[in-house]
């Protein structure tokens, strides 16, 4: 039975209706309505192999395209079709956009950014004497400014972990307009918040291991296009490099695809709140999240996305036990990026914040809801209502009770035979507790 999918009309359905139905196999009568896992690394050849056909598992590999042909079908919407491609993870597909840089070449980047694509960022400009120009991606005309002479502009909106919104239309248009090749990091947006594409971009670039995959159960990266040329430089780079995904990750990948509509709604609802809430405490000095109707990316935000994403920016107040305190690791007042947790189970916890916390909300009439995430039925630091604001409490205060003392002695001595009495001797002062 092929796993080649049925060719998809965006146009007539909605982007959370593509999730669920892209990439599966042709309705035929008895044929399957879920791709298989085709475990190959080689297939049957006879004669010289066409354009086309499969014959290397690395080249190709028909795993790959029902997943590839759904995020394809999520990032082009209804207009003009592209191309997606699958990589081994987030990172190798970052390397594969770095090296249409040639030696000596420039980079745009913004100043904020994911933190191990821009230690790869460096390592090229040692290594290639490539030019980096980094710049607050928010500030249009900066962005604009330092186009001129530049071969790459990467753009992150909003970016990680500081949540800045560029004006994606202005810079991907500037950047056309000189002849600049444009990506942009949707990870954070995601298809369903954002589609670069429709605002002049180039590539669009994922991390799959987070919101579209879902899970946490996968490692993936992919990259999209409408250019066939450039999707053919970059497929190139995939097979030589071997930047390749595992046919049963990519099935996993698919499957996590599925929910994204639901698992995306509810995250950005849960962060929405969330940073409604700590805007009011008083151990927070400032909250990012574009849904605040005061933070700077709201307009942009508002005009060019639809929703405003789940993760969260936040400064506890140094005065704080949160600001006072080490948090992971991080020196104190340290902006942390928190993503609630969403239907799926994934979560994400950035510079030592406070993880996603059982917490209540209110319904329209005022009254308690149900807790939200997996603490639900138990009221956790951010717990509401309640006179005053909620107490926030950093994860790495909380430790479990330990076990009495008395209890493991006289537990030990009922094991071996022996006496409580003879067990409780030689406590002498020491606490018990």
Not at 87 to 99: E, L, Q, T
Not at 281 to 304: C, F, I, K, N, W
Not at 364 to 375: I, L, T, Y
Request: charged residues 20%; positive net charge; glycine residues 12%.
């Amino acid at each position: 039975m092929s796993t080649t999918p049925e060719p998809h009309e965006a146009s007539e359905l909605s982007p959370a209706t593509v999730v669920v139905s892209a990439g599966r196999p042709a309705r035929v009568q008895g044929g399957h309505i879920n791709p298989s896992v085709p475990m190959n690394s080689t297939y049957v050849s006879q004669g010289v192999v066409t354009s086309g056909e499969l014959s290397y598992a690395r080249g190709d590999n028909d795993a790959w395209h029902p997943f590839e042909e759904a995020l394809a079908t999520l990032e082009c919407g209804g207009g003009e079709p592209g191309e997606a491609l699958v990589f081994s993870s987030g990172m190798a597909a970052i390397a594969a956009v770095f090296a249409l840089v040639p030696d000596g070449g420039t980079i745009v980047l913004p100043r904020h950014a994911y933190q191990a694509g821009m230690v790869l960022a460096g390592q090229i400009r040692d290594r290639h004497g490539v030019t980096l120009r980094h710049v607050d991606i928010a500030d249009t005309d900066a962005v604009v400014a330092a186009l001129d002479g530049a071969d790459l502009l990467l753009a992150e909106s909003p970016t990680n972990p500081m949540l800045e919104v560029a004006d994606l239309p202005a810079v991907l248009g500037a950047a056309r307009a000189r002849g600049v090749r444009s990506v942009v990091d949707n990870t954070f947006a995601t298809p369903l918040g954002q589609r670069p594409l429709e605002h002049g971009a180039d590539i669009v670039l994922h991390s799959v291991t987070k919101y579209l995959a879902g899970h946490s159960d996968v490692v993936l990266g992919a990259l999209v296009t409408r250019d066939a040329e450039l999707s053919a430089t970059l497929r190139e780079h995939r097979t030589l490099h071997g930047a390749i995904a595992g046919p049963f990750e990519v099935w996993l990948a698919l499957r996590g695809l599925r929910t994204l509509a639901l698992r995306f709604e509810r995250a950005q609802a849960n962060a929405a709140e969330l940073a409604r809430r700590l805007a009011d405490h008083p151990d927070v000095a400032e909250v990012r999240h574009p849904s605040l109707p005061g933070d700077p990316g709201h307009e942009r935000a508002t005009a060019q996305m639809n929703g405003f994403g789940a993760i969260i920016g936040v400064r506890p107040a140094e005065r704080s036990g949160v600001g006072r305190r080490r948090a992971g690791g991080r020196r104190r007042g340290r902006r942390a990026a928190v993503a609630p947790r969403d239907v799926a189970g994934r979560c994400g916890v950035h510079a030592g914040a406070p993880p996603p916390l059982g917490h209540r909300s209110r319904d329209g009439a005022g009254g308690p809801a149900a807790p939200v995430g997996r603490h639900r039925g138990r009221r956790g630091p951010l717990a509401g209502p309640g006179p005053g604001p909620p107490r926030l409490t950093p994860w790495l205060w909380a430790r479990p009770l330990r076990p009495r003392v008395r209890y493991r002695r006289n537990r030990r001595a009922h094991n071996q035979g022996g006496s409580v009495e003879g067990a409780q001797e030689g406590l002498g002062h020491r606490a018990v507790g």
